[in-house]
C-alpha cells in the first residue's frame, strides 16, 4: 500500500513561533494533498487542498496566512503554523492520493503531528 | 453548509455480534462516501469506498450501503472482534477530490 509520512509527529513550541509539519509520500506521487486539523474527541476538519506547483486552496474560514502551505514537488507538502498561539494547538494530519488512481481512489494519510503551543 | 453526522458517539457491542454505524447527510449530495477507521494518535486508514449508483459494497466481514434518497451510509462490521474496537469516519465528496468528515463513532466491542 502506499505510505504517507508526516514530520515531526510531536512538536512543542512557545506562543509566537513558527512551525513546520512535513508530509511526504514515500512510493507514490500525489499532485494533491490535504491537511486535516482535529480536536480531541473530534472528527477530522479539512483545512486546505494543496496543490503541486501552485496556490493551496483553503476552506472557507481557515486563514492561509496562519497556515502556510507550499508543495514543493510531487511527493511533498509542507504546513506551516505562523505565529503560533495555544488555540492552534491541536492534531494535524496530511493525506494523498496517487494521482495515477483518479480521483475516486482512497486517501492515505499520514500518522499525524500532534502540536502543543505553550 | 453540508453537515455530516454519525449516529452516535460511542457504540458498545458484544462479541460476535454485528456492529451498525450510521452516516447521514445534509445539504449535500456527495458522489462519493468512504468509510475510515482511526485508533487513538493514528491517522485514518481506508476502509471501504462507494459510489452514488452503488446500493452495497462489502469486503470481507465489512459491508457498506448508501442509500441517496434517504441521504444515509450504514456500515456493518459482522462478527466483531475486539481488535474491531476503534473510531469510525465516514467520509464525503461530491468531487472525489476532497472529503469531508462526519463526526465519527467510537465503537468498543466487549470479550
Known amino acids: 500500500g502506499a505510505v504517507v509520512s508526516q514530520h515531526p509527529s510531536r512538536v512543542i513550541c512557545k506562543s509566537g513561533t513558527s512551525v513546520k509539519i512535513e508530509c511526504r509520500s514515500l512510493d507514490f506521487q500525489a499532485t494533491t494533498m490535504f491537511w486535516y486539523r482535529q480536536f480531541p474527541k473530534k472528527s477530522l476538519m479539512l483545512m486546505a487542498t494543496s496543490n503541486e506547483g501552485s496556490k493551496a486552496t483553503y476552506e472557507q474560514g481557515v486563514e492561509k496566512d496562519k497556515f502556510l502551505i507550499n508543495h514543493a514537488s510531487l511527493t511533498l507538502s509542507t504546513l506551516t503554523v505562523t505565529s503560533a498561539h495555544p488555540e492552534d494547538s491541536s492534531f494535524y494530519i496530511c493525506?494523498?492520493?496517487?494521482?495515477?488512481?483518479?480521483?475516486?481512489?482512497?486517501?492515505?494519510f499520514g500518522e499525524g503531528s500532534r502540536l502543543t503551543v505553550l | 453548509s453540508q453537515k455530516i453526522e454519525q449516529n452516535s458517539e460511542a457504540l458498545n457491542i458484544q462479541e460476535g455480534k454485528t456492529a451498525t454505524l450510521t452516516c447521514n447527510y445534509t445539504?449535500?449530495?456527495?458522489?462519493?462516501l468512504q468509510w475510515y477507521r482511526q485508533d487513538p494518535g493514528r491517522g485514518p486508514v481506508f476502509l471501504l469506498l462507494?459510489?452514488?449508483?452503488?446500493k452495497e459494497k462489502r469486503k470481507e466481514r465489512l459491508k457498506v450501503t448508501f442509500d441517496t434518497t434517504l441521504k444515509q451510509s450504514l456500515f456493518h462490521i459482522t462478527a466483531s472482534q475486539p481488535a474491531d474496537s476503534a473510531t469510525y469516519l465516514c467520509a464525503l465528496s461530491n468531487t472525489g477530490n476532497q472529503f469531508y468528515f462526519g463526526t465519527g463513532t467510537s465503537l468498543t466491542v466487549i470479550p
Open positions: 462507494i459510489r452514488e449508483n452503488e
Open positions: 493525506s494523498a492520493n496517487p494521482s495515477d488512481r483518479g480521483r475516486t481512489g482512497e486517501l492515505f
Open positions: 445539504n449535500y449530495s456527495p458522489a462519493y
